[in-house]
């Protein structure tokens, strides 16, 4: 069982930036594939980015060149830094371990 708590979502006017966390507990951080989805009103869940256990990494075409994804392993922690922030970015964002376990969700909202 994995746990996951995001946190550093907040609202930001466009063109701004925001950094996500997500902290894991579990012992074997660096062997799982960590992820970044988000889920806007009225819409379904979707794939932000992903860093893989060997470090490669992979982003949907939406936030290419915005967003980076990156982790610490030492401390078990997974990252988003999230810039050039747009009100399509509005979402709960949440963080995923090998697409089988989630965190409660951090609200990202971007104002126009």
């Known amino acids: 069982q994995v746990q996951l708590v995001e946190s550093g979502g907040g609202w930001v006017h466009a063109g701004g930036s925001l950094r996500l966390s997500c902290a894991a507990s579990?012992?074997?951080?660096?062997?799982?594939?960590m992820g970044w989805f988000r889920q806007a009103p009225g819409k379904e869940r979707e794939f932000v980015a992903v860093i893989r256990w060997s470090g490669s990494t992979a982003y949907a075409d939406s936030v290419k060149g915005r967003f980076t994804i990156s982790r610490d392993i030492a401390k078990k922690m997974l990252f988003l830094q999230m810039n050039s922030l747009q009100p399509e970015d509005t979402a709960v964002y949440y963080c995923n371990a090998n697409n089988e376990y989630w965190g409660q969700g951090t609200q990202v909202t971007v104002s126009s």
């Open positions: 579990t012992r074997t951080f660096s062997n799982y594939n």
